[in-house]
């Protein structure tokens, strides 16, 4: 079992007693926080899939037997894109990226980068994944395809896919691909503890048990997520906080930000609804984007995602760094350490609503929790704002058009 | 000399007649349009050093000098952030990857990062850049220390920074590190053209004198520039446009994204003032943010640059993609292509302000050329809001209480 917390959810930075008025008032917050309450519990007492997924392992024995085949080659290429890629690449963050396997994610059909691809790589030493839910996704049938021909065949090729006929179901079988089933009921962005997040996460050797308990605790005590939520429609509602910053102070941590970005985006963006997600990463975006941040509109709220690195990393030579004594002997963690708490400071000095995720460590576990943090997070916010978390209708009409243009 | 364009401004998705609502009068549109004249008279008549980078080639002998040396190596590290690194990463993903020397940007002070980077390169065969225009950027000096020590060394070390006395100037002249001089006149998110980017640039083999060729088009015509300008003010002012979306459907323009956004955010973003910035990539972006776009908030404009690639990449065998006939015998760009045509059709059907940046090659001359562009853009943008586009005074008090966290 992880530790009973593996973070700390820090809320204070929210609100007016703490940052005057750019914060909230209690009576602001309450009402919408109360609302979570019966939104939770009808969520808790649904059939939801996702909900289920923390306690399964009934899957793992299908997904295992497939990554042993992958661990014993060199590369493996993971076609898909969105939320068949975003929680693969998230938790192969944590993994030894110089360890063999390789896993490369492409969630793009860049003719550049397939030229590339195709140079680089030994189709002897390279398993692919192809993952799409319907199993008709365009970009990720397209790169198959251009696999397929490259490889010469499908015999270190896996589909993951919904059970159920369609073209890339019919290519696997035809092409002697593996076959692993994608939950019908579980969507794209919500689906990196299931397949396509844990068959990555198995191949690169981490521990995925570890990640479905992480996931389990937040399921147990939601209430984190419950305020998340009713401070990000608070926010919005009396604070005009129309976007909302994720900024981890933490590289392993960058790609969860490109992973709750599509979560949030997809989720609350319909019927004119939806606050902006903004990925950012520190401290490289304190010499970018932190100006705005502090000094430009007030209409973002802040979540910055610290870690307990102050004794970790080199050591940084007292001798050498004689003439910087606030760095001399330190460690480089302790920099990335001081500069998170600074910003977090500095946030809240210029009465920007900030709040603190601050991890005690960073394992499978925590990056569960996390995860499902987010995903209910998101679940509650949606139904606060009124609109269905779980469907993207608008990005329909792209679709046939881009099939109209091709056929031209 | 390149092609004298290197790619068309089309902003007919920006105006009510081609969108409805959500677009401008050209009444709207005109007097901001007007107001650039001036500007852009007065800022040429300026002595403004970086108007002067694109015909300056007095710099790169010098700047060839430590390429030359380093070009002898397997890989090279580029220490620096903000400015100091991101025009170097827009440039370099023009380059072969492949060849070495590989360049590593490390533009964070991750611990893990770190311990991961001594462990994996080989100092004997490894050279270390450091950019700090200043001299003195704590995160670039704690880079610095820790590989100085690691390499035992300063002898495949440059520094590039102010020709004037400061930390870093000392610690080359201490460890026999190579140095060259960062123009005291040109900001960190205005360096690119300068040797912040070129210096990188260079050592990968890449043309520098196309790119100051390519931005000296743009600068000999700058209407776009302009035109830009007064169509970022005007949809914020008149159709509450507080977001600004860059939107490439092209990897290798991923990191321009990035360039953008601190050049557009540290510039603009003071008083209040300042559109927020926003990175998006195609197609993958569509599988994650579309849907807000195009049905979340009408509060955000569309920067799409496409790329004529429709008859690059690996071919789609028409055989294999039989039952996908949009897609059989097709290469894998026109998909990339149909769908970058998609998206923006969408956007306009869905009344969302929208121009595109139509390339017609992407080399270093269109680099040049884009980065003029978008620096102009901003500039003249600054203008009109009535802010200094070349001061970023807010980050300070972050630095202050860094160095206080330390000390303490």
Redesign the interface.
Known sequence: MPNAVSFEHVTDGCFADSIGAGGLTRAEFEPLLAETGPALAALRASELPLLKLPARRDDLPAIEAVAARMRGLDEVVILG???SS?GGQTLYALAD??KKPRLHFH??????????L?K?LNPARTGVIAISKSGTT??T???L??L???AGGGQRFVAVTEPKDS?LT?LAKAHGMALLDHDPGVG?RYSALSVTGVLPAQIAGLDVVALREGAAEVLADPAAAAAGAALAVALWRHKGA??TVLMPY???LATFG?WF??LW??S???????T?P?RA?G??D???????????????MYSLMLFD?AN??????AS??K?????AG???????D??G???V??LI??HRPTRVFRLNRLDESAMGALMMHFMIETILTAHLLGVDAFD????E???V???????A
Chains 1, 2 share one sequence.
């Open positions: 894109t969105g939320g975003l990226a110089s969630d793009n059909v860049d003719p550049h980068t397939f030229d590339v195709l680089t365009a970009e049938l397209a790169q395809f251009v397929l021909k490259w073209t019919r794209g129309t976007q933490c590289d392993r490109l970005r599509q985006a997809e609350l963006g319909k019927n004119g609804a939806g902006t903004i990463v401290t490289v304190q010499h970018s984007q932190l100006q705005l941040y502090l000094a430009g509109p007030r209409d973002k690195c970790e990393g080199p050591v940084i030579d050498l760094a003439e910087v004594g606030y760095l330190k460690r480089m963690g302790a920099l990335m001081a500069e708490r600074a910003t400071a500095t000095r210029n993207q209708p608008a990005v009409e792209g679709k058009l881009t099939r109209e243009y091709l056929g």
